[in-house]
T-cell receptor
Framework: GDSVTQMEGPVTLSEEAFLTINCTYT??????LFWYVQYPGEGLQLLLKATKADDKGSNKGFEATYRKETTSFHLEKGSVQVSDSAVYFCALRATGGFKTIFGAGTRLFVKA | KAGVTQTPRYLIKTRGQQVTLSCSPISGHRSVSWYQQTPGQGLQFLFE???????NKGNFPGRFSGRQFSNSRSEMNVSTLELGDSALYLC?????????????FGPGTRLLVL
């Protein structure tokens, strides 16, 4: 079945450091890919998405490119801030599918 | 446009009781999904409703049930609560149909079973 694997955390970075959170997926067909972020005590917020191969999703300085050849959707940010501390979830949804499949989440801590 | 709303935000129940959680989707969205989030199991899919019909169900016991109303609002019910049902319950809405299905999440209902 479809699945998402993302790097284990926690990831601890200093402010202004470069961030990469790896995400790979297994799916039949051409799913849509998503990154969600969850701040403490809150629900999930959509961070960015990509719906076809080679698409780049971007938002708030975060970027991820849909790589079908490597079945990956790695999240990157050039300069993290303390306010980026949260849990990040990679997810996929098959076109016309009925559920979103999530990775286990990666907790990010950013130190001032 | 208002986001997904969930009520109540917090609940404390005791074992054996039942609970009903409510979700109002974004206006115009016809699909509502429910997820359970726990530290040990992560995000697990419960079920999805579209136009008042359950389209898919996750691997949860029959104590977990849901429904959707004609205005797309949804409720989920958990009967005979167990300690292990303590979790954050998240509702998500999407336009529905055969599109790419971006889901937008509510803030969740945190359920504590004592």
């Amino acid at each position: 079945g479809d699945s998402v694997t993302q790097m284990e955390g926690p990831v601890t970075l200093s402010e202004e450091a470069f961030l990469t959170i790896n995400c790979t997926y297994t799916a039949t067909g051409y799913p849509s890919l998503f990154w969600y972020v969850q701040y403490p005590g809150e629900g999930l917020q959509l961070l960015l998405k990509a719906t076809k191969a080679d698409d780049k999703g971007s938002n708030k300085g975060f970027e991820a490119t849909y790589r079908k050849e490597t079945t990956s959707f790695h999240l990157e940010k050039g300069s993290v801030q303390v306010s980026d501390s949260a849990v990040y979830f990679c997810a996929l949804r098959a076109t016309g599918g009925f559920k979103t499949i999530f990775g286990a989440g990666t907790r990010l801590f950013v130190k001032a | 446009k208002a986001g997904v709303t969930q009520t109540p935000r917090y609940l404390i129940k005791t074992r054996g009781q039942q609970v009903t959680l409510s979700c109002s989707p974004i206006s115009g969205h016809r699909s509502v999904s429910w997820y359970q989030q726990t530290p040990g199991q992560g995000l697990q899919f419960l079920f999805e409703y579209f136009s008042e019909t359950q389209r898919n169900k996750g691997n949860f016991p029959g104590r977990f049930s849901g429904r959707q109303f004609s205005n797309s609002r949804s409720e989920m019910n958990v009967s005979t609560l167990e300690l292990g049902d303590s979790a954050l319950y998240l509702c998500a809405s999407s336009v529905g149909g055969l599109g790419e299905g971006t889901q937008y999440f509510g803030p969740g209902t945190r359920l504590l079973v004592l």
